[in-house]
Structure formats: C-alpha cells, structure tokens
C-alpha cells in the first residue's frame, strides 16, 4: 500500500458534488500538485483529508492506516499537518507562542517546545520575528508561520493550500527553496497551488481535478501539455 | 518580568496578610474578604472565558453548588459545613462537566446562551427540589467563628492559591492550548488539539475554584438561598464584570476588577456612605451597566489589560494599540 491513498473519495453538499470518485496515491519523500480552476474542489480534498468535512463516501489510508472518521486533532497526530488558504494565525500571540502551541503537539514541557519551536522558526528564516505579535505580520510571514507551524507538529505528511498566492514574485521564489527544503528533511508534501510557475517546478507529480473529478495526472510536462487541462483552465476555442 | 510579577504577588500578599492586625474594624474586613471572594471566583470565570474564549454566563451554577454542597452538609449529613470545602470543588466540578457536556457541541453566543440557561435550570432544581435544599426557605448554619480573622485568611489563602494556580497553568502546556482555542479553534484543531478536551479542562478548574468559593461562602455568611447563590446578576453577571472590568485575558485583571467591583458595590449600597441622596443605592443596576458600556467603549481590555493606555492618558500622550489578551468583542 502507498504511503498515502486516497479511494473514490466524494463528497456531497445537499445535491452538490465537490469531490467526485477522487482516487490517487502519493509516495513517500515526493511533492504531489494538486491543481485546478477556481472552485474545482482542492480545498475541498484537503478539508476532508483532515476532518473538517465528513467524507460521504470513500476511504483514507495514512501509512496503511486509515484515517477517515477520525477527528481532526487526531489526524495531526497521526502526523499530517497542513496549512490554511485562508490563513488562521493565532492573533493576539506572539510568533514564537504560536509555534510552541503547535510543538505541544509532541511534548508537554515547555522548554522541549520552546526549543523546537525556534529551531522550526530559524528553519523557515523567521528566526528574526520570534516575538513579534502575530497579528502584526504581513501576509507572507503569516504564511510562512503557518508552514513552521505545521511544521512543529512534526507531520510525516504536510498539505500545503496555497501558500503561494499573495506572495511578491520574491517571496515566491524564497517559498519555493523553503518546500524543497522540507522536503529534503523527509516530509511529504502535497501542495495546492494556482501560480503554475512554481507548481510545474517543485512537484514530482500533479493531480488536476475540475468539478471535483480528475482530468489529468501525471509528471508536470505531461499534464501541462494535457488537452484537458488546457480547456479547463483556457476554455475551448 | 517574570519575577516582577511574582514579587508583585508576594507582596500584595503580605500586605493583606498584615490588613486586619493593623485595621482593626469587622466592616473593612469583611468588605476585604468578600473581594477577596470575588478574586477567587473572577480569576476562574477569567480561566475559561478570558483566556479559552467560552464565555459562561452560568458560574452560579458552580458558586451556587459550592454553597450548597457545604449547607447540605450539615442540614442533611450532619456534619460540619468545613467538609464542604472538600466537597465543595468537586461537586462544582462535577456540575462543570455536565455543563461542559450539554453547551460545548455549541460555539460562540449559542454557547454563551446555553450556559445561561443551564444556569437558569439549576437555579429552578434549587428551588423546587425542597427535600434536598429546602427551598426558598434556604440553608441556615451556624458559623463557627465571631471573628472575621479566620475566614480573612482563608479567603485570602484560597485566592492566593487560586491566581498562584491559574498563573501556573497559563505557562503551562495547558495555558497555550486554552489561548489557541480562543483564538481559533479550527487551527487549534489542525495543531492537534481536542478543542472539547481542553475546553472540559478549562471548565473544570474553573468550576473546581468557584466551588470552593460557593462553599466558603456558606460557611462565612452562614445563610443561603437561591436566589443568592444562583443568581444571574449577583453571581454569574458579577463574575463577568470583575474579569472584564479588571482585564480578561490577564491573571491580575480579575483581583484587581474584583476589588473595583466590590468597592463600588458597596459605595451604591450605602449611597456613598450616606453622602448621596438615598436613590443611588436603587440605582446600582442602572450604574453597573453605564460602567460596562463606558468599559467597553473605552478600556475592552480592562484596567490591567490597557494600563499602558490609562498611563499614556495620564501623560497626555497617544494612547497605543491595545495589546494582547483582553477579550475582541
């Protein structure tokens, strides 16, 4: 069995179908895309995958476990973290407080997760803003405290939605070594993203949903040169 | 910082524990060990609400279940009412659980309803269940002291002990889980944490503490009923306005908001001490609820949370952006 699988994954809101019959498999250590128009469902995927939704039909597997119909704290423990589309900081604390409360995931000593939490920090290049208010952060360091902060939770398995989007053509170019860099440290990565630049770089292998059902998957330039993909995003001449 | 706070802790302890060697007069003791009460009962509300986001417009349930587990005691066990200080918090407790059972499926103001109205239930079980509490008839014991020195320093251990703990916990594991869910428990959730667990935990220390209260306060006042201990306004709504008042989201925002309240209670409930028409002290509630607007508009995060902006006015300055704790309304 893969390391992570999911199986004819739906997802029913009254009469609308978000997710439909979604299948796919990542492997261990790679960087999976996950990529399609605006409201196709990516979101949708990752908000079942951790819990948010209940699934209407479909199955789970984390590490030949499955994880569906647990809950969601449940699911970070089993070591898949993630991150917000739309970002969630802690507000009123400081950067440092809201990556030590993430890093509790594994301890309960402060001081095992006070350092644990500066040594993500210092790894995400926020080592500089470690008491600065969280709400006080501008959206890229929001974003980048997000990815520390799943990143303390120690995951096996990272989900990444979007963290790419708002970001200055800079900061995108820092968030692009920053994921090769996680990956490097032996965590897995799937990855929702619009800017194609930066997905057709990074991912080893992509996934394109539309209307929730998959149209095309395969290595970045195949699925880049995918007819499919091309109208979705394009239309038809 | 850290020190300074616990030197600051230490000293006013000692200040208080030489308060009534110097002042000799029952009536300034007693108005300190009623403050001293709200401390206690504040610092909990301060625990669930001020720092885990759940707001409780129930803690009579808990202040009430205190007293009444200490009347029991001794109207139906026949025991001292002292055994209810044992009693007292886990009782509490218990009915903390319940509570936390029934209202936290809820989030936001359906929550903050739900408790209302629990509340409001165990209040009517107080009433009516007559064979248990006597009713509104009430529960009247025998205090084992004259003097107002014992009970002083038992309430000022208890309130000591009750801010000495919470501050603790705050540092703690558990203190940042609370904060994480009141500031959003779906990424509280994605880090995880069981949002039900640590919210029950929050609840449980906190009913643990007003409990304790609840039964101290049987044994001092020697009188309960009902509509004391489970009242809306003299407990749950007063236990709001010491933390917010004083500064929720901050462990000495509720002593300090508990001495406030209690002193301005007692200035309307003796018109001034007699300096003041008659009628101000009709007009207490309609004082309480012009301070909470004035507080909200002007200081939401209370006298300790925006002491900078209070210092800053005083200097005339700018005042600066409220910072951090404090409850977003």
Redesign the interface.
């Known amino acids: 069995m893969s390391f992570f699988e999911i199986k004819r994954l739906t997802k029913a809101f009254g009469g609308l179908i978000a997710v439909n019959d979604l299948s796919s498999s990542v492997e261990e250590g790679e960087i999976y895309g996950l990529i399609g128009p605006n409201g196709s469902g990516k979101t949708t995927v990752f908000n079942l995958i ?1 819990a ?1 939704y209940p699934i209407t039909s479909g199955t789970i597997h984390f590490r030949g476990k499955e994880t569906n119909g647990l ?4 699911i ?2 089993a070591g898949i ?2 991150t ?1 589309q739309i970002v ?6 400081t950067v440092l ?1 809201n990556v ?3 890093a ?2 594994r301890t ?1 000593s ?1 001081t095992v ?1 006070r350092d644990r939490a500066i040594e993500v920090l210092h790894f995400c290049e926020m080592g500089k803003k470690l008491d600065y ?1 969280a709400k006080s952060l501008t959206i890229g360091d929001r974003k980048r405290m997000e990815i520390a ?2 990143l303390a ?1 120690e995951p096996k398995l990272l989900l990444l939605d979007e963290t790419m989007a708002c970001l200055t053509p800079q900061e995108q170019a820092e968030g692009v070594q920053l994921i090769r860099k996680i990956r490097d440290s032996g965590i897995t990565i799937i990855i929702v993203e619009h800017i194609m630049q930066v997905i057709m770089n990074i991912c080893d292998r992509i996934l394109c949903i539309n209307y929730g059902q998959e149209i095309a998957r395969g290595t970045p330039s195949e699925v880049a040169n995918n007819q499919a993909v091309i109208e979705a995003y394009l239309g038809k001449e | 910082m850290k020190k300074r706070s616990t030197l600051i802790g230490l000293g006013l302890l000692a200040l208080f524990a030489v308060f009534p060697l110097v002042e000799g007069s029952d009536y300034y003791r007693h108005i300190v060990i009623i403050a001293l009460m709200w401390v206690v009962i504040g610092s909990s509300w301060n625990l669930l609400a001020g720092y885990t986001g759940q707001i409780s417009f129930g803690h009579a349930i808990f202040f009430g279940v205190g007293a009444y587990s200490a009347g029991i005691c001794t109207t139906k066990l026949g025991i001292s009412a002292w055994w209810g200080m044992l009693l007292g918090g886990p009782m509490a407790m218990i009915s903390g659980l319940l509570l936390g059972w029934i209202c936290f499926r809820l989030r936001g103001s359906y929550f903050n309803l739900a408790t209302l109205a629990v509340a409001e239930v165990f209040r009517l079980v107080a009433i009516y269940w007559r064979d248990l509490t006597e009713g509104m008839q009430g529960i009247l014991i025998i205090t084992t002291f004259r003097s107002k020195i014992p009970y002083y320093f038992l309430a000022l251990g208890l309130a000591a002990l009750c801010v000495f703990s919470i501050s603790r916990i705050m ?3 558990w203190g ?2 609370f ?2 869910i009141r ?2 428990q ?10 039900f667990k640590y919210k029950s935990l929050s609840l449980m220390v906190s009913s643990f503490f007003t409990g304790l209260a609840g039964a101290f306060y049987m044994n001092y006042m020697g009188f309960i009923d009902p509509e004391v201990v489970f009242s809306l306004y003299f407990i749950s709504i007063m236990a709001i306005l010491v933390a917010m008042i004083g500064g929720a ?1 901050t462990v000495w925002g509720p002593p300090v908001g508990a001495f406030v309240m209690v002193l301005l209670q007692e200035l309307f409930r003796s018109s001034f001490f007699g300096y003041a028409p008659k009628w101000v002290s009709e007009a207490h509630a309609l004082a309480f609820g012009l301070l909470v607007i004035l507080a909200i508009r002007y200081m939401a995060n209370g006298v300790v949370g925006d002491f900078p902006k209070i210092v800053n006015l005083w200097n005339r300055k700018k005042p600066m952006p409220s ?3 404090g409850i977003e309304i």
């Open positions: 951790t948010y809950p969601t704290w449940k970070c423990k973290g993630r917000f969630k900081p802690l507000r009123r604390m407080e030590m409360t993430s509790f995931c309960s402060s997760a208010p902060r799943a939770t | 540092k703690s594991k940042f889980y904060v994480a500031e959003d779906d990424a509280a959730e994605a880090l995880g944490i069981s949002s989201g910072g951090a704790g």
